[in-house]
Antibody, heavy 120, light 110 residues
């Protein structure tokens, strides 16, 4: 059974960089059938796609966040990563990583989510 | 990339049916049959309940069904049960390796 687990600091200061890791177990992150995404959900609000990474390292970002976001992948560790620079209180959210079936773009496995609070 | 449009809330009594709409554009919902739906209970991660517009993953009750017409997709829940009370999100292909979500709909079972 595939599992995804987010990890990283739960508290980040304004203007600093948010860094999260998603560790995938029970399956290979190098599969050509899937790609991997970061999703966030501010408290009490809806889901927002942040960006995607394919095993090849190709990345795609939400235009509204593109200038501040970098997503990368490490196949040797079966992990992918999120970095978001210059964070503000508006970036406070539950951050999820998930797997997407490449052919028809549905998210079949999700991590449990990790809450990141931006505060001094 | 604009969020897909969903009603903020819907409600129904046990045993009734409700339908949640999800409106996008010809670049996302209307482009392919790549619409999926997710159920999210409080404090939980979203769970896939419909993909490819109409397909239910194994284990999802057949009370849940999906459809699409033009740029609008719909999720229908028939025979409402108390445990169906949750938030529901639609999601669509929006370009290579990109997806877009709806704003979410809160379902209340009266």
């Amino acid at each position: 059974q595939l599992q995804l687990q987010e990890s990283g600091p739960g508290l980040v200061k304004p203007s600093e960089t948010l860094s999260l890791t998603c560790t995938v177990s029970g399956g290979s992150i190098s599969s050509t059938t899937y790609y991997w995404v970061w999703i966030r959900q501010p408290p009490g609000k809806g889901l927002e796609w942040i960006g995607s990474v394919y095993y090849s390292g190709s990345t795609y970002y939400n235009p509204s966040l593109k200038s501040r976001v970098t997503i990368s992948i490490d196949m040797s560790k079966n992990q992918f990563f999120l970095k978001m620079t210059s964070v503000t209180a508006a970036d406070t959210a539950l951050y999820y990583c998930a797997r997407v079936y490449k052919r028809t773009d549905y998210l079949d496995y999700w991590g449990q989510g990790t809450l990141v609070t931006v505060s001094s | 990339q604009s969020a897909l449009t969903q009603p903020r809330s819907v409600s129904g009594s046990p045993g009734q049916s409700v339908t949640i709409s999800c409106t996008g554009t010809s670049s996302d919902v209307g482009y392919h049959n790549y619409v999926s739906w997710y159920q999210q209970h409080p404090g939980k991660a979203p769970k896939l309940i419909i993909y490819d517009v109409t397909t239910r993953p194994s284990g999802v009750p057949d009370r849940f069904s999906g459809s699409k017409s033009g740029n609008t997709a719909s999720l229908t829940i028939s025979g409402l049960q108390a445990e169906d009370e949750a938030d529901y999100y639609c999601c669509s292909y929006a370009g290579d390796y990109t997806v877009v979500f709806g704003g979410g709909t809160k379902l209340t079972v009266l």
